[in-house]
Nanobody
Framework: QVQLVESGGGLVQAGGSLRLPCAAS????????MSWFRQVPGKERAFVIG???????LFGDSVKGRFTISRDNAKNTVYLQMNSLNPEDTGAYYC????????????????????WGQGTQVTVSS
């Protein structure tokens, strides 16, 4: 079973950047649709960005033009690059994998993902 470990979270000022790695073990990220979700207290995890098995990307509306996702198959790692951060980006960021996704598909619902990381906190100060 794929295991995912996120890192790279922290405190950053508005306008700054962060890169979050998600390291996978027990399976290659290239064989799964990989996505990032964000959760704030009292709310359900929300889709942020994802990459399909084919390499296609899907962006949440609030992150278009600011965030990107990439995959390093040699390192079994997926990266979330976050630029122009604002306080609304604050939350716990979770990496997720769906091994059953169609080749060009990025699932948007939580229950389609079969592996999750433990999350990493990102706090953006104004």
């Amino acid at each position: 079973q794929v295991q995912l470990v996120e890192s790279g979270g922290g405190l950053v000022q508005a306008g700054g950047s962060l890169r979050l790695p998600c390291a996978a073990s027990g399976g290659s990220p290239s064989l799964s649709a990989m996505s990032w979700f964000r959760q704030v207290p009292g709310k359900e995890r929300a889709f942020v960005i994802g990459i399909s098995r084919s390499g296609g990307r899907l962006f949440g509306d609030s992150v278009k033009g600011r965030f990107t996702i990439s995959r390093d198959n040699a390192k079994n790692t997926v990266y979330l690059q976050m630029n122009s951060l604002n306080p609304e980006d604050t939350g716990a960021y979770y990496c997720a994998a769906d091994r059953g996704a169609g080749f060009t598909r990025v699932p948007l619902t939580l229950n389609e993902y079969d592996a999750w990381g433990q999350g990493t906190q990102v706090t953006v100060s104004s």
